[in-house]
């Protein structure tokens, strides 16, 4: 069964705004990952953050952990065109291989 | 060269026939793993081969049949599908299947049974 609750489930924003998408999970984990998905291609991993981290940046991106609440954010700064995409996290919970997709976020960025 | 490449991109195949999909890294990596997604969710994971021995079942129907030649190839079996098995299958590898790090994805197949 899939573990993680991502929301929004859809959101549309304007090129220079600011896009935050929020997953949430169940059991405990080792860590948390989110991914890109442009339509009908492979994933692209975007950023790792381990159960013991509460934020972690990559360029544009921050993401935040909160084991206590389960939960985890993906802020994306000064959104472009280019990363209208469908994002997903996932999370390991240390069962030999098993990485678990949230039901992802489609993030559509208007020029 | 940190690509997994998934051959064919695009497979029709009707109830009866038998088909395999393929993948191949040639980054080092020991884990390999079968994805299938239907359009609009997220990726489910089917398969999981930890240095070339498969680890994980999601309990998949037979006639899924994984195979794993060597620590480069990956094959997808395919026998006797149903129309509702039609989805893009992802195969993805990573460097050890005990420590979750990135995870490399194909361009996944898109799989149409008629």
């Known amino acids: 069964s899939q573990q993680g609750e991502e929301d929004p489930q859809a959101l549309s924003i304007q090129e220079g705004e600011n896009a935050t998408m929020n997953c949430s999970y169940k059991?405990?984990?080792?860590?948390l990952q989110w991914y890109r998905q442009n339509s009908g291609r492979g994933l692209v991993h975007l950023i790792l953050?381990?159960?013991?981290?509460r934020e972690k940046h990559s360029g544009r991106l921050r993401v935040t952990l909160d084991t206590s609440k389960k939960s985890s954010s993906l802020l994306i700064t000064a959104s472009r065109a280019a990363d209208t995409a469908s994002y997903f996290c996932?999370?390991?919970?240390?069962?030999?291989?098993?990485?678990?997709f949230g039901q992802g976020t489609e993030l559509s960025v208007k020029p | 060269d940190t690509e997994v490449t998934q051959t064919p991109k695009h497979l029709v195949m009707g109830m009866t026939n038998k088909k395999s999909l393929k993948c191949e890294q040639h980054?080092?990596?020991?884990?390999m793993y079968w994805y299938k997604q239907k359009a609009k969710k997220p990726p489910e994971l089917m398969f999981v081969?930890?240095?070339?021995?498969?680890?994980i079942n999601e309990s998949v129907p037979s006639r899924f049949s994984p195979e794993c030649p060597n620590s480069s190839l990956l094959n997808l079996h395919l026998h006797a599908l149903q129309p509702e098995d039609s989805a893009l299958y992802l195969c993805?590898?990573?460097?050890?299947?005990?420590?979750?790090?990135?995870?490399?994805f194909g361009q996944g197949t898109r799989l149409t049974v008629v």
């Open positions: 953050i381990r159960s013991n981290e």
């Open positions: 980054m080092g990596h020991r884990a």
């Open positions: 996932a999370t390991d919970h240390n069962q030999g291989g098993k990485l678990i």
């Open positions: 059991t405990s984990i080792n860590n």
């Open positions: 993805a590898s990573s460097q050890d299947p005990g420590a979750w790090t990135e995870a490399f």
């Open positions: 081969y930890s240095y070339e021995k498969l680890s």
